[in-house]
């Protein structure tokens, strides 16, 4: 270690971080982009405030006293200060490598603490245990207690806070649509090539519809599609909990169950930030205690080939679709997909080649929902404040559907749109693309 480094740095990685810290030059340019420092107009709700911050904590300046850990807590790791950055600030890893290492380890002991842990390490990666808590939550919702609940205004009698956390549970969709994707689905018409897709953790429970429009449109674009054996989770809720170990744990998981599938052109993702996670394993791994030359290799091998869905189909070029969808679309743009993997026009592009499709402009498209992973479960009045504005966006735009590419992003959306009871759909670009080829009869 240098002998020029702060005294709180311990480790190369450390040291990494705080580097990435000095490269801010303090100009401002972020503030803007920044939907916390927008809501609460603190400067240590903002990046610029936050790398400050982070900067004092490793040179022992700061002290990690409630308040500084709060703000550095309410960020949304949305990234949108990144791409406005003129230092090239990487601010997401400096937020993860902030919760594994500050926040995680000040948070006070106790029960909750113990489920948060539980969760963030075991959870995402036990498809029996998420299985057995979607049926509680559908016996919640159909029996009618959710309702009772609600309206008599017993959740809000005691408890606000668990009220609004109550909003944003997911609706379970019926068993039809929580069926698991075939291993693989043929291609229609001459091949282009043969893909794998990852059907994620949470999205098969909650958004399965998505995944098949998902196998469904590649196959009708003359992909083959494989899809892993073992369902494996990506490993960014984990990291978003500050569970840097068991987000690793999963990155292993997840190339070898996407290794074991055999010579594929691009292991694709319909999901916002389980692409971006996996366009980031060589880094996660390049910085694990430990990991050896060949299994760093091998993850950058793997993260390399990993494309967003829309952004493979615009690469390849979309063949004409078949079909039409007469409906007024707004695009919003999910954050890790926009700022994270710097893709924007490609689901605009797919949008665009649905014949009979409008599409609409949305105010401040590009900011951040509110789902920002788990933040509307851990800070469900500030992502409700985030919420309501955009909704109030939409309703202004005269859309009838909202377009978005992230499971978070689309429960989230969805909550927004009941709680101000618009007609309004929320749904992936690729299930438009879809409905259009059902209508034309495929
Ligand atoms: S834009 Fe970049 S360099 Fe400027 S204040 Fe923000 S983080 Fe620092
Ligand atoms: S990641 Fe998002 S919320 Fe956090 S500082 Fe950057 S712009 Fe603001």
């Known amino acids: 270690m240098s ?25 401002g340019l972020c503030l803007p982009a920044c939907p916390t420092y927008d809501l609460f107009a603190r400067e240590g709700t903002g990046p610029r405030g936050r790398v400050y911050l982070m900067r004092g904590l490793a040179e022992g300046e700061i002290r990690p006293a409630p308040t500084v850990l709060r703000d550095l807590d309410l960020c949304l790791v949305c990234r949108a200060c990144e791409p406005v950055c003129p230092s090239g600030v990487r601010f997401g ?34 498809p029996r245990l998420l299985h057995a808590l979607a049926v509680l939550l559908l016996l919640y919702d159909r029996l009618g207690l959710r309702r009772l609940l609600c ?69 009708e674009q003359g992909f083959e599609v494989l899809v892993p054996r073992r369902r494996t989770c990506c490993g960014a809720l984990s990291a978003h909990f500050g569970q840097l170990g068991a987000a690793r744990a999963a990155a292993r998981r997840t190339i070898a169950a996407f290794q074991a599938l055999g010579p594929i052109d691009a292991v694709l993702s319909n999901s916002a930030g389980c692409g971006a996670m996996m366009k980031d394993y060589g880094r996660l791994l390049e910085e694990a205690e430990g990991a050896s030359a060949a299994e760093v290799r091998a993850a950058h091998g793997f993260a390399a080939r990993v494309r967003d869905v829309t952004e493979f189909l615009a690469d390849q070029g979309i063949r004409p679709v078949p079909g039409r969808v007469e409906a007024r679309v707004a695009y919003a743009a999910a954050c890790h997909l926009a700022h994270a ?45 985030l919420l309501e504005a ?51 009869g495929r």
Not at 5 to 26: E, K, N, T, W
Not at 97 to 121: D, K, N, S, Y
Not at 345 to 362: I, K
Request: hydrophobic share 40%; net charge positive; proline share 7%.
């Open 151 to 219: 309206s008599y205004g017993v959740l809000e009698y005691f408890s606000p806070e668990l009220a609004l956390r109550d909003s944003f549970l997911p609706r379970i969709p019926r068993w039809s649509e929580r069926r698991r994707l075939p291993r693989r689905t043929a291609a229609r018409g001459a091949t282009r090539g043969r893909v794998a897709l990852l059907e994620g953790c949470v999205a098969p429970l909650l958004l399965g519809r998505v995944n098949h429009a998902t196998a469904r449109v590649l196959a």
């Open 93 to 126: 890893e400096m937020m993860e490598f902030c919760r594994a290492h500050i926040l995680e380890p000040a948070r006070p002991p106790g029960r909750g603490l113990r489920l948060r842990r539980f969760v963030a390490r075991h959870l995402f990666n036990r």
């Open 390 to 440: 955009h909704v109030e966006d939409l309703r202004r735009s005269g859309a009838d559907t909202l377009a978005t590419a992230n499971p978070g992003c689309l429960l989230q959306w969805r909550a927004g749109v009941e709680r101000a009871g618009l007609a309004v759909e929320v749904c992936h670009p690729v299930e438009l693309l879809d409905r259009a080829a059902r209508v034309a």
């Open 341 to 385: 993997q710097r893709v924007t026009a490609a689901p605009l592009e797919l949008l665009r080649a649905v014949p009979g499709l409008e599409l609409v402009p949305l105010e401040r498209a590009d900011r951040c929902c509110g789902a920002g992973g788990l933040y509307n479960a851990l800070h469900p009045r500030e992502s409700l404040a």
């Open 3 to 27: 002998d020029l480094a702060p005294p709180h740095i311990r480790s190369r990685v450390d040291l990494i971080q705080y580097g990435r810290a000095l490269d801010c030059v303090h100009c």
